[in-house]
Every structure is written in C-alpha cells, then in structure tokens.
C-alpha cells in the first residue's frame, strides 16, 4: 500500500481535487491518504471533505488525519507540500509596509520585494520539512506547491537531498487560455514552454501544423481580447512571445505597469478581465474573508461532485512515479545545470520534463529566444541573491536584491528601499531570523 501525505492539507480547492484525481487511477486507488496540518479545525473540516471523495468515488483509499509531521511523513512514499508560514497577519506586513513607500502589489507571493521577504521567512521551514523527509521518507518523491515557488525549490534542491520538484498551474492554464482564444481544442496543442516559475515564454505553441501565434495576434487586436489580460497582451504585442501566469502576478514583475497611479488604471483595472487584472493587495483581501474556508468547505460539501480526472498534474505525476509507472509530461521547476543556455546555471527554471518510475526526463537543451532571455535571466539573478542573502544572513544582499527589483527600482530610491526593507526585517523579525 502505498502511503501518499499532504504536509499543509488545508486548502479546500488544491487537496479535495488531487485527492480525487488519485482516486481515478487503480495502482494508487488502495493508497494510504495522510492529512497532515498543524490547524485541527482546518484538518477536520478537510477531513470530512475526502471521506465525502472516498465514498463518491467508490474508493479505497485509507485516509489518516494527524497534526504530527513525523507521523505524516514517517515511511510515506510521496509528499505534496502546500504550507503557508505564518499567518494573514504576517503576510499582510509585506503587502501593506511596501504600498507605504508606494510600492503597490497585487499577489506578492512569488517576487519583488513582498516575494522576496516571503522566501527569506519561508526557507527555514522548507528545510525543517526537507530534512524530516530526509529522517522519514528518504526515498520519497516530494512535490512542492508553496510560493515563491524558483526561489523556494532552488534552496530545497540545494541544500538537501530530497527527490523535490516544483509545479504550478499557469502553464497549463496559459495552455488552456490560449486554445480558447484560437478556437482550438486544447488536446491538439503542441507547446514548449520555458522560463522561471511565473514568468515562462511559450516558445512554440502549435495546433497540429499551424503556428497559433498569428492569430492570437489578431485577437488581441479587439477589445474583447485585449483587456481579458492587458498586461501579457503587452508584453505579446512587444516581444512576440506569451508569458505564463495572470496580468496582475506580471505587472509587479517588470518596471512598465505598476509605478504609476494612471498606468495601474489603464493595465490593471478590472473591465472585461479574467480573474487576476492587478487589484492592489488582491489575494491577501481572499485570505482575510474570516468566512472564506467555511463557506469553501460547504460549497464543496454540497455542490455535485465531478467524477472527471481534474486539470491538476500531481496525481499524474505520482502516477508516473510510484503507481503504474505511465510517463507523464509536465513543466516542472529543477536546478537549470545547463539546460537552459543563456539563463544562470544555477538557477531555479520551469522546463519541459517527462516523469518515469526513474525520476525526471528534460525534454528542453537550448536557448530562450534573444529578446526574451534577458528578463527572465535579470529576474533569476535576483532570485538567486535572494536565496545567497538568506543562506549568509545577509542584509546588504537583501538590500541589493530588492534594489534590482524591476518593480521597486522604477518606483523607489535606494535611500528608500533600505528603509523599506528595515521596516520589514524589523516587523516580521521572529520569522526572518537574525540577519546581519
């Protein structure tokens, strides 16, 4: 039997639908589903909901409930992790303390300087949970949820040796989008999509034999389509290429969109948008709804339950890695070593891979394209200093990370990022450690 944990299980959408995705595939059906969260309420409410998929499904699955991470992880064959480190009222301090200094963000859970303190207090737990696997489970494969998601994977990759990688929905969500615009099936696409965690180019993208990329150029021609996502339908219009995640997670990625008030209501305003145009602090507004996981929960609980495979990868690639052993192609997040020529080499990418009982498969050796590259390699420089300045403890390298950042050098002094950023070591002190 095959046992299969959630370290932070608390997330009604992302665990009922992978768990219900195992349920769908016969060599994991028998698996024992361990719920690990450090929140009973939260790990209760959770529970009810996979015993709901257990009988619905007509499983067979075991499903253990635990708050202890030794228990979760002691002999587990695979391990999803999904962990939040601290609460709201942390998170909150690197929204709110940057938009005082006129840094306005949007999501702030991947980079800029709300990306970057996030990873500096989110290491350390990381490896606490890499290093009980490593106690545990060391032949476990660990697939890893929690944002920022390069800069996270890039210090589990380095400094243990978990078998981790990273993955995220927005290639294949950008996948889904533009098969939509085009008027194509989504199962006839042909893509290669490489880059950084959010910030992946599709450098080919095909139906079949025809290159879609001149008549999306079209599309985006009608307001219809353009204001569904101004920000990438920009970046498109300039540099050829789609981008991976929403307008509003990439316009506090680059300098064009967010350092002035009238171009926060010209690219980031909400008329015609998909889910994510760019609204100021939009996710942290989510997570302070007290009602929000109740009313998630009794959704779930009462709406129909589809029986269909879901659109996540992970039941898949625990599939492919200790179930029946069936390839599985994915973007996944791995250490560059090379793989992408003209990105650092040591640097967290989002590549195509193939995942087998063996491990993973690149299907990716060259170059991003000439025009490309140099944002994407600018960014994973930074966050690469990122991860040097929390394994040395140091401030100066903090300081230079978020002076760097596209965002904040268009909108801040360096006099001022210093004081930004001392505000945050100082509010957010008992989760970043003793900096130097």
């Not at 015993?51 to 587990?76: C, Q, V, Y």
């Not at 389509?225 to 540099?239: A, L, S």
């Not at 904040?408 to 950023?421: D, G, P, Q, T």
Request: charge should be negative; proline fraction near 4%.
């Amino acid at each position: 039997m095959k046992k299969i944990s959630f370290i932070g299980a608390g997330s009604v959408g992302f665990t009922t639908a992978v768990i219900k995705d195992i349920t769908t595939f016969p060599a994991l059906d028998s698996a024992k589903i361990c719920l690990m969260d450090i929140d009973e309420y939260r790990l209760n409410k959770i529970t009810q909901c996979i015993h709901r998929i257990k009988k619905e499904m007509n499983s067979n699955i075991t499903i253990i409930s635990t708050t202890s991470r030794e228990e979760a992880l002691t002999d587990a064959d695979a391990v999803i992790i999904t962990v939040f480190n601290g609460d709201v009222d942390i998170w909150r301090h690197e929204i709110e303390i940057p938009m005082k200094y006129g840094v306005d963000i949007n999501i702030g859970d991947t980079r800029s300087v709300s990306g970057i303190f996030r990873t500096l207090r989110s290491i350390p737990l990381m490896l606490d949970i890499c290093h009980d696997i490593e106690k545990y489970c060391p032949n476990a494969v660990v697939l890893n949820y929690t944002n920022p998601m390069a800069m996270l994977c890039k210090a589990m990759q380095t400094y243990t040796t978990v078998d981790v990688t990273g993955l995220c929905h927005s290639v294949q969500g950008t996948a889904k989008m533009l098969a939509d615009w085009a008027e194509v099936d989504a199962e006839t696409l042909q893509y290669t999509c490489v880059g950084i965690n959010h910030l992946a180019f599709f450098t080919l993208l095909k139906s079949g034999e025809t290159d879609l990329y001149p008549l999306l150029q079209k599309k985006i021609e009608t307001d219809e389509f353009y204001n569904k996502e101004k920000v990438r339908n920009e970046i498109f219009k300039t540099f050829g290429y789609y981008v991976t995640e929403s307008s509003g997670h990439n316009s506090e990625y680059t300098p064009w969109f967010r350092k002035r008030p009238d171009l926060i209501r010209k690219y980031c305003s909400p008329e015609g948008a998909n889910w994510n145009p760019g609204e100021h602090a939009y996710s942290l507004k989510l997570r302070q709804d007290p009602h929000r996981f109740d009313n998630l929960v009794k959704e779930f609980m009462e709406n129909p339950l589809s029986k269909e495979r879901g659109n996540e990868y992970a039941a898949n690639i625990i599939n492919a890695r200790i179930g029946d052993g069936t390839p599985f192609d994915f973007n996944a997040n791995v250490l560059n070593k090379g793989s992408v020529e003209n990105l650092p080499f040591d640097a967290c990418v989002e590549i195509p891979v193939t995942a087998t009982k063996d491990g993973y498969i690149r299907r990716f050796n060259g170059k991003l394209p000439d025009n490309i590259a140099p944002l994407v390699a600018y960014t994973a420089t930074i966050e690469n200093m990122t991860v040097d300045a929390w394994e040395k403890k140091s401030k100066a390298l903090v300081y230079q990370a978020v002076s760097l950042d596209p965002l904040c050098s268009a909108v801040l002094s360096l006099e001022e990022i210093r004081l930004m950023c001392d505000e945050l070591f100082n509010i957010n002190k008992e989760y970043l450690g003793d900096f130097k």
